[in-house]
């Protein structure tokens, strides 16, 4: 019986996940756990890469594109009593599974999480310093969690049908639980974010996507602390409408071009537009829901 279960969850990403995989391949804990992967509809080979990747894997499948459905039938197929979860485009570092068992201790009670790392590619893994810090208390990217304790609080919400807050939301209801997070600082993982794959045309899609379940959100747990992470409050949508203005989305529209330079002034427009994006589509979907 393996002590970990590592859950992804995936969708038209084979060459992505077939890095992952090979980097869960070469673990410190090997033979310590399995790999699930929920296949999420995809139309690649990502059928293919698991099965290469031999009795490591199970694949899964969920037709229906929902992160938290698809991580809700990686749960339910696990066999061991910890669960981590990872995103199909991070790299492992070899201590990667080690890390989160010794960090959990034989304890039940605990949300760990690590830190995340964002590279452009495999060629470039920097070393872990302060910046990677993180006070987040749930982040399917890197966190772990005991399988009875997310059955307990219900698993993901299906609801959360976009992109975006699905895992806060859990994170609210483990908390509420009498979960405690751990910060382990060995438990890092690179998230591999290469320029030319976030265009601003997919930036800003996926910005009102996760302006729309903020509202779901805040109406499902209307709390300060969902409002103040979500940005929706009174004094964020006056702060928006001045530094969204017309004019001002404008310059930010010529200066970010393509929207996928990662430093100087077109990273700031593109994180500007972006911005102006989420709160548009934030606030028409408090004003409708």
């Given amino acids: 019986m393996p002590e970990?279960?590592?859950?992804?969850?995936?969708?038209?990403?084979?060459?992505?996940?077939?890095?992952?995989?090979?980097?869960?391949?070469?673990?410190?804990a090997a033979g310590r756990f399995e790999v699930i992967v929920v296949d999420n509809g995809s139309s690649d080979d990502t059928a293919g890469v698991v099965a290469a990747a031999g009795p490591l894997a199970t694949r899964v499948f969920v037709a229906d594109?929902?992160?938290?459905?698809?991580?809700?039938?990686?749960?339910?197929?696990?066999?061991?009593?910890?669960?981590?979860?990872?995103?199909?485009?991070?790299?492992?570092?070899?201590?990667?599974?080690?890390?989160?068992?010794?960090?959990?201790?034989?304890?039940?009670?605990?949300?760990?999480?690590?830190?995340?790392?964002?590279?452009?590619?495999?060629q470039h893994l920097a070393p872990v310093s302060a910046a990677n810090y993180s006070r987040a208390f749930f982040c399917t990217c890197n966190v772990s969690a005991s399988k009875a304790a997310l059955d307990a609080?219900?698993?993901?919400?299906?609801?959360?049908?976009?992109?975006?807050?699905?895992?806060?939301d859990l994170g609210v209801r483990l908390r509420a639980s009498g979960m405690r997070r751990v910060f382990a600082w060995d438990?890092?993982?690179?998230?591999?974010?290469?320029?030319?794959?976030?265009?601003?045309?997919?930036r800003l899609a996926l910005a009102r996507e996760k302006g729309e379940m903020a509202a779901r959100f805040v109406r499902k747990s209307p709390t300060w602390a969902v409002k103040l992470a979500t940005g929706a409050y009174a004094a964020n949508f006056a702060r928006a409408a001045i530094a969204n203005a017309?004019?001002?989305?404008?310059?930010?529209?010529?200066?970010?071009?393509?929207?996928?330079?990662?430093?100087?002034?077109?990273?700031?427009?593109?994180?500007?537009?972006?911005?102006?994006?989420?709160?548009?589509?934030?606030?028409?979907?408090?004003?409708d829901g």
């Fill in 4 to 28: 970990a279960s590592v859950v992804i969850a995936t969708r038209d990403r084979a060459a992505a996940l077939s890095a992952c995989l090979a980097a869960l391949a070469d673990q410190t």
């Fill in 246 to 287: 017309p004019p001002l989305r404008r310059l930010y529209q010529r200066v970010a071009g393509s929207g996928n330079q990662l430093t100087g002034a077109p990273a700031l427009a593109a994180q500007a537009l972006a911005d102006a994006a989420y709160i548009d589509a934030l606030r028409a979907a408090l004003r």
């Fill in 187 to 202: 438990a890092y993982i690179y998230h591999v974010k290469p320029p030319s794959s976030m265009t601003l045309e997919r």
């Fill in 153 to 168: 609080a219900g698993g993901f919400d299906e609801a959360f049908d976009l992109y975006g807050w699905e895992d806060t």
């Fill in 65 to 122: 594109p929902n992160r938290g459905k698809a991580r809700n039938a990686g749960i339910a197929k696990a066999r061991a009593p910890l669960v981590i979860f990872c995103d199909d485009d991070t790299l492992a570092p070899h201590g990667f599974v080690a890390a989160h068992l010794a960090a959990h201790g034989g304890a039940s009670d605990r949300v760990v999480s690590g830190p995340i790392i964002n590279v452009p590619d495999a």
